[in-house]
């Protein structure tokens, strides 16, 4: 094993042994093992270039003089007052269900840490009457979207964890009996992890005695995660053709959508995003565009004030497609671009406090300032790969499909409250529109077993309801 330890050290990062002869032989061996998984998978000599190519891309993209423009009319559309185009690519998308021919990928590989839980993200409880976690209620939309379909197929729920979630993501799954799904529809599998370095991009840190700081790879970690856990060859075995993918902490996602993914259907798009409008110009938020004539999501920091002020002949800002990060993809396209996305795509730096393993010491350093670099990779970095003409949007209406939960109670927003409130606001103007008396300043659950998008509540019209948080099973 003494080759890996060469490895490392020709590649700069003999601090990594500093301790070596301290260690016991067991506790030696564990080092050398857990260097040599990482260097099996992507050498340390291309490790440190990734991160230095990351360090130069953000300083190039601050001075950046690409052509910014919005997307064209033949690829932007809205279901925002449109019902009847939102009809049909409803009827195109349950058609596509019934068929068996559309699979769910759920990333959720995030711990609760920012809202104060040791559990995975989609355990977390929001606070609704029910106390439903947010993996309960997605499991639920696809159990209705299989009983409004009668498909005989079951939805592929595709769940990517990581490391720190995965055991406890499964056992949660298990102790709640798959939320009535079928145990066989759910496929766990994992994304991948990047070594941690210091704030140059030269220096691995270690995390422990016999092991290097590693985490979560970023959301554009899924393309390679898909090929290293054989996701595309599972596909065409079930006769799989779209996919529908989306992010574990907005209650609001229509997993499954068939409205978007009958869209994506109608237009022969390989590869379609969801945007909601932005809130107003100074909104920090990435916004779905051009670049280049390319598509792209732009961060609101590499765009001028002029530009993300401008309005169209409609008066809406031009600039106004916010992403939200849920996406179609065809599954002719993964077959095609797939293999190159893993092989092309760039890593992007993210400053952080990185507790770390001081050998002079033998204890643990806890920063209290940025110490460190993490490499991430961003899931929409593979639409400029991706002609115009294939790629599609479509925007929808905000309180209808997105509330992020990403920070804790209390903080001023994307918070638990701010997504209970959103969920139940959502349910209760269902009702009002089924024929429900609802009174002011009540409001009502309505359960996605009960109805997936505000269908088959006729029931309740003409009932009032006067007592707040009731529950609609």
């Known amino acids: 094993m003494t080759y890996i330890k060469e490895t490392y050290v020709d590649s700069n990062q003999q601090h990594l042994f500093e301790h070596f002869d301290d260690l016991t032989d067991v506790e030696q061996t564990e080092l050398l093992n857990n260097l040599k998984v990482i260097s099996d998978r992507i050498s340390p000599h291309k490790l440190v270039e990734d991160c230095q190519n990351a360090i130069a891309l953000s300083e190039t993209n601050k001075h950046s003089t690409s052509v910014i423009s919005s997307l064209p009319e033949s690829s932007y559309y809205s279901i925002i007052g449109n019902k009847k185009e939102e009809e049909e690519y409803r009827k195109l998308g349950l058609e596509a269900i019934s068929k068996g021919e559309v699979a769910v990928i759920l990333m959720a590989g995030g711990q609760g840490t920012r809202l104060g839980s040791s559990q995975p993200k989609g355990c977390y409880d929001i606070g609704l009457p029910s106390h439903k976690s947010l993996f309960q209620i997605q499991a639920e939309k696809i159990l209705r979207l299989q009983q409004l379909t009668g498909s005989k197929h079951d939805i592929p ?10 055991q406890t993501t499964e056992q949660y799954f298990k102790d709640n009996s798959y939320f009535n799904l079928k145990k ?7 994304q991948g992890t990047l070594p941690a370095f210091d704030l140059n991009g030269e220096k691995l840190y270690l995390g422990s005695k016999t092991e290097l700081v590693e985490s979560p790879d970023g959301n554009g970690g899924l393309y ?3 090929v290293e856990n054989n996701l595309l060859e599972d596909f065409h075995k079930k006769n799989i053709k779209h996919v529908y993918m989306y992010c574990v902490d907005n209650v609001l996602s229509k997993v499954a959508d068939p409205v978007f993914i009958g869209f994506a259907i109608k237009y022969n798009f390989k590869l379609a995003t969801k945007a909601v409008r932005k809130r107003d110009a100074a909104e920090s938020v990435g916004i779905i565009a051009t670049k280049d004539g390319k598509p792209c999501v732009i961060e609101y920091s590499e765009i001028s004030q002029e530009l993300s002020e401008a309005i169209d002949e409609t008066g809406l800002l031009k600039l106004r497609a916010a992403n939200i990060v849920n ?3 065809s599954v002719e396209l993964f077959d095609q671009q797939l293999t190159n996305w893993c092989d092309n795509m760039v890593y992007h730096i993210a400053k952080k406090k990185i507790p770390y393993f001081d ?4 204890k643990i350093s806890k920063p209290t300032e940025p110490n460190g670099i993490k490499l991430e990779q961003f899931i929409f970095d ?3 790969s991706v002609n115009i003409k ?3 949007c479509l ?3 905000r309180s209808h499909e997105f509330a992020p939960l990403k920070n804790a109670s209390g903080s001023a927003n994307d918070n638990p409250e701010t997504s209970r409130t959103a969920y139940m606001n959502l349910g209760t103007s269902w009702l009002k529109d089924s024929g429900a008396d609802v009174k002011d300043n009540v409001l009502v659950e309505v359960s996605g077993t009960l109805s997936y998008s505000g269908e088959n509540l006729q029931q309740y019209r003409g009932q009032i309801f006067d007592i707040n948080d009731t529950i609609l099973e």
Request: aromatic content about 22%; hydrophobic content about 35%.
């Open 157 to 166: 729920w595709y769940i990517m964890t990581s490391k720190p979630t995965r």
């Open 184 to 190: 066989s529809q759910i496929t766990f599998f994992n």
């Open 224 to 226: 390679r995660a898909m």
């Open 327 to 329: 996406h179609y993809y």
């Open 359 to 362: 050998p002079k010491t033998g």
């Open 382 to 384: 593979v639409f400029p």
């Open 390 to 392: 294939d790629f599609g």
């Open 395 to 397: 925007e929808v209406e």
